[in-house]
């Protein structure tokens, strides 16, 4: 298999937070190695740096006395396989940039079975899984992981699959709804509305949302689903203008239907009621040329350590990281973390996971609980002319 290696350069301590994204020192003994075939894709414009090369497939890969065996299990092809490709060059990063001498990663392509590229991993000694990416994958190699005794700190964000050894990173809706909510309530809103899609996350969040609401004292008086389609949408909004007046309503889906939605809620008898979003605005880039979403909240993790990793990932890549690639840094940065104490060829010390105190990265602090899912500490979020400006900073310390 190709390797990638980097010079020897001035070692830096891990300071077990995301202030590695300052250093651009490349650490000796930081290997990243590609596993399995991915289909051909359109060529990128990358700066010349060296890559790790597809290889033929000899076998297992050989023994590794003083670094503990990791794989980053991730689409490298089909519909995904950008958003994996982000989140395998981001970990790549990140280990390169914590030092983690101790830590040898190998990157699997799920793209053509999430099981064999698990049991490709385990049979290469791997110890530790970074990923999948979706749930059925975190599904499909979950029972595979266990019987080896192997954690997997998947990227997904349904929580369904967590536990038994399997935990999640991705961001949850239900904490991003009950903040926003809460954060409202603050501001003396009583009467909320929810704008809710169909399917999985739709439930997800309108359960959120009612829970919160009923948490905090507030009310719900109004909520209505749609199937994403624009008849479907405006027709949604239609109802839900004419039920009772509400001081809040929840777009409870992402930044693009939210442009739409927003113009059609403000038409209505509610229309200068408070616009709250959840988490997936985050990815949309032009919220603020909205203006019927400004002023707009949703509760998410700050940007600014990001914007870092972004800025020196397009250095090394020459292309735009997914923001999910965040998520593929801040796991090397867990593991690198816990490896100091990780005996090499032992098994993962799993209960490290759940510290109490919990851990920073780039997507700033969180902890796992013992349900498996990543706790995060979030900001609020108000969507203004110019972008995004906190209104209420992430707490600091973690409510238990």
């Not at 927003?262 to 603020?288: D, F, H, N, V």
Request: net charge positive; charged share 20%; hydrophobic share 40%.
């Amino acid at each position: 298999m190709a390797e990638q290696r980097h010079g020897p350069q001035a070692r830096r301590a891990f300071l077990g937070t995301a202030a590695a994204l300052g250093a651009v020192a490349l650490l000796a003994g930081c290997q990243v190695i590609p596993k399995g075939r991915p289909q051909p894709q359109p060529p990128e414009p990358v700066r010349p740096a060296p890559e790790p090369e597809p290889a033929p497939d000899t076998g297992n890969l050989p023994g590794d006395a003083n670094r503990n065996r990791v794989a980053v299990l991730v689409p490298l092809s089909g519909p995904n396989g950008g958003v994996g490709k982000s989140i395998s060059n981001a970990a790549n990063l990140a280990l390169m940039d914590t030092g983690g001498d101790t830590v040898r990663i190998t990157i699997y392509d799920t793209a053509n079975g999430a099981a064999a590229a698990a049991n490709a991993a385990l049979a290469d000694g791997n110890r530790l899984f970074l990923g999948p990416l979706m749930a059925e994958d975190v599904t499909a190699i979950a029972p595979i992981a266990r019987r080896a005794g192997v954690p997997v700190i998947a990227f997904s964000n349904d929580t369904s699959v967590a536990g038994d050894g399997v935990y999640l990173m991705g961001f949850d809706p239900t904490q991003s709804v009950g903040r926003v909510v809460e954060h409202a309530r603050s501001q003396r809103m009583q009467r909320f509305a929810g704008l809710i899609p169909d399917g999985v996350y739709g439930r997800r969040a309108s359960q959120a949302l009612i829970a919160a609401v009923e948490r905090s004292g507030g009310r719900m008086v109004a909520m209505q689903s749609f199937d994403r389609s624009p008849r479907a949408l405006q027709m949604a909004i239609g109802r839900l203008n004419g039920q009772s007046e509400y001081d809040a309503v929840l777009i409870a889906d992402n930044g693009r239907l939210a442009l739409t939605a927003a113009p059609l809620i403000r038409s209505g008898s509610s229309g200068r009621a408070q616009i709250l979003g959840t988490e997936l605005w985050r990815a949309e880039t032009g919220l603020a040329a909205a203006p019927a979403l400004r002023g707009a909240w949703f509760a998410g993790v700050s940007d600014n350590l990001f914007n870092q990793l972004r800025t020196r990932y397009r250095a090394r890549y020459g292309v735009t990281p997914y923001r999910l690639a965040s998520l593929g840094y801040d796991a090397v940065l867990l593991t690198v973390r816990i490896g100091k104490t990780w005996r090499t060829g032992r098994p993962f010390p799993q209960n490290a996971l759940l510290d109490s105190g919990g851990f920073a990265g780039v997507d700033g602090a969180f902890r796992f609980g013992r349900d498996g899912v990543a706790h995060r500490s979030l900001a609020v979020l108000q969507v203004g002319p110019s972008g995004l400006t906190t209104i209420s900073p992430a707490p600091r310390d973690f409510a238990d």
